[in-house]
């Protein structure tokens, strides 16, 4: 049974709505954004203000139907969160976008000069962080992968404050589809996805919500009742086992109506909701550089997502806190009275 330390507690209630249930918009994508942004322009580099721009629109047209925001430090906070109401739940990102391919695997790590500490400081919410994982990727590689799971799950645990884990499988160099970018990799296999999911639900880890991709590709994902469902539904099903915690689903660039699929199985596993970014806003981005037509299109069309969205997590998406994780009686303060603030720690 998992048992929260108030600081946690607190930070989790922060990020989901009343109702316990969590509707987050993702705003740290760093290459899916610089990237086309860079092609406009035909330049190497995306320029800052065109970037930062659009993340702060995002934060300004799509937090009303959100718990909360993910941002990250080298963009959407600086420009865009004197936007974020303090309503919000503030989700801030730590893993650095760029990873180094050994020839083994990927291997992730933290942005410079960015650290658990600092998002706490600045009155984060809770840490997010992605690794690239493969069960089959070089031992060496998939033990560098753990040993930086843990370092931030340690940390997260020091300083008090949710972990919210992502976990993202992607080719090895024998695979026939190759990808560097931030996208689903395509013919995953769902046993690298379910064995990643086990790893790292380990108490080790300190995991406190999971961000996770579909266990089939998101194209294939068929209806709740159409052809091959119910042996869809098994490895979502599998999925929550394993997670043994809250957990939510994220898009990885999936479409719209395929996005709304994989929610549906997610829900029926015991998904508490979605942590989204690209699902919901790159349709406006693809107007870019119409800043008045994006503005439009995310105030109307992706807004009206959303609500679709969140009608299926309010209806189907199990809140939090009744998690079986943290036992019969939920996520509760602990010790009620008090005697707590003698046995809770101060940082070292």
Not at 261 to 287: K, M, N
Request: charged share 25%; proline share 5%; hydrophobic share 45%.
């Amino acid at each position: 049974m998992i048992a929260l330390s108030p600081g946690k507690l607190w930070g989790m209630r922060r990020l989901a709505d009343t109702g316990g249930r969590f509707k987050m918009t993702a705003v740290d994508q760093r290459p899916p954004i610089k990237a086309p942004i860079a092609a406009h322009y035909g330049l190497d580099e995306a320029p800052y203000d065109d970037v930062a721009g659009f993340k702060a629109l995002l934060i300004e047209t799509l937090q009303a139907e959100s718990s909360a925001m993910l941002l990250d430090p080298h963009f959407a906070i600086p420009r865009g969160l004197r936007f974020l109401s303090p309503q919000k739940g503030l989700v801030v990102t730590l893993e650095d976008s760029v990873f180094r391919e050994t020839g083994q695997g990927r291997v992730s790590q933290e942005i410079d000069n960015w650290s658990v500490g600092k998002i706490k400081r600045m009155g984060g919410d809770a840490v997010k962080v992605l690794a690239w994982y493969r069960p089959d990727a070089g031992a060496a590689v998939c033990a560098q992968q753990r040993d930086f799971t843990k370092r931030i799950g340690e940390a997260c645990q020091r300083f008090d404050i949710p972990f919210v884990f992502e976990l993202l499988v992607y080719p090895l160099a024998a695979d026939a589809h190759q990808t560097r970018d931030y996208v689903e990799l395509k013919g995953k296999k769902a046993d690298d996805v379910l064995k990643s999911v086990e790893t790292f639900a380990a108490s080790d880890y300190g995991v406190d919500l999971f961000k996770l991709e579909s266990p089939v590709n998101a194209d294939d994902v068929p209806g709740a009742d159409g052809d091959g469902a119910a042996a869809v539904q098994a490895l979502f099903d599998e999925m929550g086992r394993l997670a043994g915690r809250p957990w939510v689903m994220l898009s990885a660039g999936a479409g719209e109506e395929a996005f709304r699929r994989i929610l549906t199985h997610a829900f029926r596993a015991g998904a508490s909701g979605y942590l989204a970014g690209r699902a919901i806003w790159l349709e406006a981005f693809s107007h870019f550089p119409d800043w008045p037509r994006m503005r439009a299109a995310l105030e109307t069309d992706a807004a009206a997502y959303m609500r679709t969205l969140n009608s299926l997590t309010d209806a189907k998406a199990m809140p939090w806190d009744v998690h079986p994780a943290y036992g019969a009686n939920g996520a509760r303060f602990c010790p009620a009275d008090a005697g707590f603030r003698h046995s809770y720690g101060e940082l070292a």
